[in-house]
Protein backbone atom coordinates (compact mmCIF):
# COMPACT_ATOMS: atom_id res chain seq x y z
CA UNK A 1 0.00 0.00 0.00
CA UNK A 2 1.01 3.83 -0.33
CA UNK A 3 2.02 4.08 3.48
CA UNK A 4 3.92 1.26 3.21
CA UNK A 5 5.36 2.42 0.65
CA UNK A 6 6.74 5.91 1.34
CA UNK A 7 7.64 4.09 4.73
CA UNK A 8 10.06 1.96 2.85
CA UNK A 9 11.38 4.85 0.76
CA UNK A 10 12.33 6.95 3.65
CA UNK A 11 13.86 4.57 5.56
CA UNK A 12 16.63 3.82 2.96
CA UNK A 13 20.19 4.00 4.25
CA UNK A 14 21.77 7.42 4.30
CA UNK A 15 24.83 7.90 1.64
CA UNK A 16 27.71 6.40 3.06
CA UNK A 17 30.32 7.86 0.46
CA UNK A 18 30.34 10.08 -2.54
CA UNK A 19 30.30 7.17 -5.27
CA UNK A 20 27.41 5.39 -3.77
CA UNK A 21 24.04 6.30 -5.58
CA UNK A 22 20.99 4.66 -4.77
CA UNK A 23 18.03 4.98 -7.75
CA UNK A 24 14.18 4.70 -7.08
CA UNK A 25 12.18 4.80 -9.98
CA UNK A 26 8.59 5.38 -8.77
CA UNK A 27 6.02 5.06 -11.86
CA UNK A 28 2.76 5.76 -10.29
CA UNK A 29 1.88 6.25 -6.62
CA UNK A 30 -1.26 7.64 -5.06
CA UNK A 31 -2.75 7.18 -1.93
CA UNK A 32 -6.56 5.73 -2.09
CA UNK A 33 -8.91 7.34 0.48
CA UNK A 34 -10.30 4.56 2.67
CA UNK A 35 -14.22 4.72 4.00
CA UNK A 36 -14.70 3.14 7.57
CA UNK A 37 -17.95 1.47 8.14
CA UNK A 38 -19.19 0.03 11.40
CA UNK A 39 -21.51 -2.63 10.14
CA UNK A 40 -24.94 -3.69 12.28
CA UNK A 41 -26.79 -6.80 11.71
CA UNK A 42 -30.21 -6.52 13.63
CA UNK A 43 -30.79 -8.27 16.94
CA UNK A 44 -32.84 -11.66 15.48
CA UNK A 45 -29.76 -12.59 12.92
CA UNK A 46 -27.51 -12.90 16.03
CA UNK A 47 -24.52 -12.05 14.15
CA UNK A 48 -21.72 -10.03 15.87
CA UNK A 49 -21.43 -6.15 14.18
CA UNK A 50 -18.27 -5.81 12.26
CA UNK A 51 -16.20 -2.74 11.15
CA UNK A 52 -14.87 -2.83 7.32
CA UNK A 53 -12.27 -0.99 5.46
CA UNK A 54 -13.41 -0.03 1.79
CA UNK A 55 -11.16 2.36 -0.90
CA UNK A 56 -13.19 5.37 -1.83
CA UNK A 57 -15.07 4.51 -5.12
CA UNK A 58 -15.91 0.93 -4.53
CA UNK A 59 -19.41 -0.56 -4.87
CA UNK A 60 -21.03 -0.90 -1.24
CA UNK A 61 -23.16 -4.46 -2.29
CA UNK A 62 -20.03 -5.76 -4.27
CA UNK A 63 -17.34 -4.95 -1.17
CA UNK A 64 -19.93 -6.25 1.26
CA UNK A 65 -20.59 -9.93 -0.22
CA UNK A 66 -16.78 -9.85 -0.89
CA UNK A 67 -16.24 -10.00 2.29
CA UNK A 68 -19.18 -12.15 3.91
CA UNK A 69 -21.59 -9.97 4.92
CA UNK A 70 -24.77 -11.29 4.52
CA UNK A 71 -27.62 -8.97 2.54
CA UNK A 72 -31.40 -9.61 0.73
CA UNK A 73 -33.14 -9.28 3.33
CA UNK A 74 -35.89 -11.79 3.90
CA UNK A 75 -38.76 -9.56 4.96
CA UNK A 76 -37.94 -7.94 1.78
CA UNK A 77 -40.36 -8.11 -1.22
CA UNK A 78 -38.98 -6.94 -4.78
CA UNK A 79 -40.09 -3.40 -5.80
CA UNK A 80 -40.56 -4.62 -9.07
CA UNK A 81 -42.54 -7.50 -9.08
CA UNK A 82 -43.38 -8.44 -5.03
CA UNK A 83 -41.84 -11.75 -5.41
CA UNK A 84 -38.53 -12.67 -3.58
CA UNK A 85 -34.73 -12.98 -4.91
CA UNK A 86 -32.35 -10.09 -5.78
CA UNK A 87 -32.46 -8.41 -9.13
CA UNK A 88 -28.30 -8.95 -9.53
CA UNK A 89 -28.06 -5.47 -8.80
CA UNK A 90 -30.13 -3.87 -11.03
CA UNK A 91 -31.51 -1.71 -8.62
CA UNK A 92 -34.89 -2.75 -8.88
CA UNK A 93 -35.81 -4.91 -6.30
CA UNK A 94 -34.71 -3.38 -3.17
CA UNK A 95 -33.36 -6.52 -1.50
CA UNK A 96 -29.88 -5.14 -0.70
CA UNK A 97 -31.20 -2.07 1.03
CA UNK A 98 -29.49 -1.20 3.80
CA UNK A 99 -29.78 1.81 6.67
CA UNK A 100 -27.06 4.67 6.99
CA UNK A 101 -27.11 5.91 10.38
CA UNK A 102 -24.37 7.81 9.73
CA UNK A 103 -21.97 9.40 7.13
CA UNK A 104 -24.57 9.40 4.19
CA UNK A 105 -22.23 12.29 2.69
CA UNK A 106 -19.73 9.44 2.15
CA UNK A 107 -21.76 7.92 -0.35
CA UNK A 108 -22.47 9.25 -4.05
CA UNK A 109 -26.34 10.97 -4.25
CA UNK A 110 -29.02 8.89 -5.11
CA UNK A 111 -30.54 8.61 -8.71
CA UNK A 112 -34.01 9.08 -9.80
CA UNK A 113 -34.96 5.61 -10.02
CA UNK A 114 -33.54 4.88 -6.22
CA UNK A 115 -34.89 7.78 -4.86
CA UNK A 116 -38.62 6.92 -6.16
CA UNK A 117 -37.79 3.44 -5.08
CA UNK A 118 -37.32 5.13 -1.19
CA UNK A 119 -39.18 7.56 -0.94
CA UNK A 120 -40.16 7.49 2.67
CA UNK A 121 -37.10 5.97 3.70
CA UNK A 122 -34.62 8.48 3.50
CA UNK A 123 -32.15 7.30 5.38
CA UNK A 124 -32.40 3.39 3.05
CA UNK A 125 -29.79 3.22 0.44
CA UNK A 126 -29.69 0.40 -2.09
CA UNK A 127 -26.32 -0.88 -1.66
CA UNK A 128 -26.04 -2.20 -5.38
CA UNK A 129 -26.03 1.98 -6.38
CA UNK A 130 -24.14 3.31 -3.46
CA UNK A 131 -20.53 4.31 -3.88
CA UNK A 132 -18.43 4.73 -1.21
CA UNK A 133 -16.05 7.79 -0.63
CA UNK A 134 -17.69 9.31 -3.21
CA UNK A 135 -15.53 12.26 -4.41
CA UNK A 136 -12.61 10.39 -2.73
CA UNK A 137 -13.58 11.60 0.56
CA UNK A 138 -12.17 9.83 3.39
CA UNK A 139 -14.68 9.20 6.75
CA UNK A 140 -16.57 6.57 8.75
CA UNK A 141 -19.95 5.80 8.57
CA UNK A 142 -22.76 3.48 10.31
CA UNK A 143 -24.91 1.10 8.18
CA UNK A 144 -27.42 -1.29 9.25
CA UNK A 145 -28.02 -4.68 7.07
CA UNK A 146 -31.44 -5.67 6.75
CA UNK A 147 -33.46 -2.53 7.86
CA UNK A 148 -37.24 -3.78 7.68
CA UNK A 149 -35.58 -6.40 10.53
CA UNK A 150 -34.79 -3.17 13.15
CA UNK A 151 -38.11 -2.17 12.44
CA UNK A 152 -39.53 -5.02 14.85
CA UNK A 153 -36.65 -4.76 17.50
Known amino acids: GYDKTVDAILSLPAQETENET ?3 TVKRLRRKPKVTINLQYPP ?6 MRL ?3 AGENLRRAMLTRGV ?3 DPLSERFDSGGMGDC ?3 GTCATC ?6 GMGLLNPAKTQEEQILRRRPLYRMACKAIV ?5 EGEM ?3 VNPRQWDDA
Not at 44 to 49: F, I
Request: avoid cysteine; hydrophobic fraction near 45%.
Open 22 to 24: VVV
Open 44 to 49: AMEEPD
Open 53 to 55: ELF
Open 70 to 72: KLN
Open 88 to 90: GAE
Open 97 to 102: VVSITS
Open 133 to 137: GYGFQ
Open 142 to 144: TIR
